[in-house]
């Protein structure tokens, strides 16, 4: 699968690599893993992403090699010679870096495990039965017999760790485990990287949490259970927008329901939606008819409509799949 990859990565020397916007611990981590390979094998390796890297994932970036994009980096993307576009199912998901990494002469790589990606980039190594983004930088690196150091053992680490639920999704697979304690035994502390990700959040992020799942909503007779974050709440509080990440995932602790939503008005007449599953219910089907995509237990959505709007129609879309 991973041929033609390989033999451009021996072939060039200058490699830009990006991810979504508001990157995860997947997005994040195989970005520290993929740059720490390209680099034993002396490339030249940029980092550049549309939104800033989460807190709770600097510690996977503790050189700050990672840089947030502006108008200053537009000769740098001009350079790379190859680009690689991590854990994206489309163009849009890096804003106006996308278009400018689109228009350029590099070549295009995309990894990705999002059942949503119908190949958009010149070469595209696409699995949607692949845990996360992350696994698959672990089968390159072994597809070229690279070592990796400590960075690229993290990261991968946290992308699987993450895009996994902490090892209780159903994407869970026996590979994942093999995997991960391969990575254990070449020195991955899974406390410390848990603690990182989970346990290092601030008060404001429990304080507006607390105040959003006051007004909880339950449909279908239980089965959908939703909540959303406004921006008027994002501000009472000072909490930055990446601080919601997994804020969806508290709803699943409720008996009974099958699909887990929330809503967050980022601004600017935009929301953003997600979606889980703990059924047959296929949310990833769900998201695509409101032109957003994902996994079938996890899916996402980005609206320019207001937060009313949006929820009528999100509800509209999910009760036809659950009545």
């Not at 490339?43 to 108008?71: A, C, G, H, Q, W």
């Not at 070549?107 to 980039?121: L, R």
């Not at 008060?203 to 259970?225: F, H, P, Q, T, Y």
Request: glycine share 8%; charged share 25%.
């Amino acid at each position: 699968m991973f041929e033609e990859v390989v033999k451009i990565i021996r072939r060039y020397s200058k490699f830009l690599i990006t991810t979504h916007i508001n990157s995860d611990g997947d997005g994040i981590g195989s970005e520290a893993a993929l740059s720490s390979m390209l680099r034993a094998l002396g490339k030249e390796v940029v980092i550049i992403n549309p939104t800033p890297v989460p807190e709770n994932y600097r510690f996977l970036d503790k050189e700050e090699s990672i840089k947030l994009f502006s108008k200053e980096h537009i000769n740098t993307l001009n350079e790379a010679e190859v680009a690689f576009v991590l854990d994206i199912s489309n163009w849009e998901r890096i804003g106006e870096l996308g278009t400018l990494i689109k228009e350029s002469k590099a070549i295009k790589i995309c990894i990705d495990h999002h059942i949503s990606n119908n190949g958009f980039a010149d070469i595209n190594i696409i699995d949607d039965m692949a845990s996360s983004t992350g696994e698959l930088i672990y089968d390159l690196a072994q597809s070229m017999g690279i070592a990796l150091d400590r960075r690229a053992i993290d990261g991968l680490y946290a992308a699987i760790l993450t895009d996994t639920g902490s090892f209780r999704f159903s994407n869970t697979t026996p590979k994942v485990h093999i995997i991960v304690s391969r990575l254990i035994g070449k020195g991955v502390s899974p406390n410390q990287i848990y603690e990182e990700i989970y346990e290092n959040r601030s008060s404001s992020r429990m304080k507006v949490l607390g105040l959003a799942l006051s007004d909880l909503n339950l449909e279908c007779s239980g089965k959908v259970a939703w909540f959303c974050v406004t921006q008027e709440m994002m501000k009472k509080f000072n909490l930055q927008a990446d601080e919601t990440e997994g804020f969806v995932n508290q709803l699943n602790y409720i008996g009974g329901v099958e699909v887990s939503i929330f809503f967050f008005e980022s601004g600017g007449n935009e929301v953003k939606v997600s979606l889980r599953s703990k059924s047959n219910v296929d949310v990833n089907v769900i998201a695509n008819k409101l032109n957003g995509g994902g996994h079938s237990r996890a899916s996402g959505i980005r609206m320019n409509d207001s937060l009313k709007n949006a929820i009528e129609k999100v509800l509209t879309e999910v009760k036809k799949e659950i009545e």
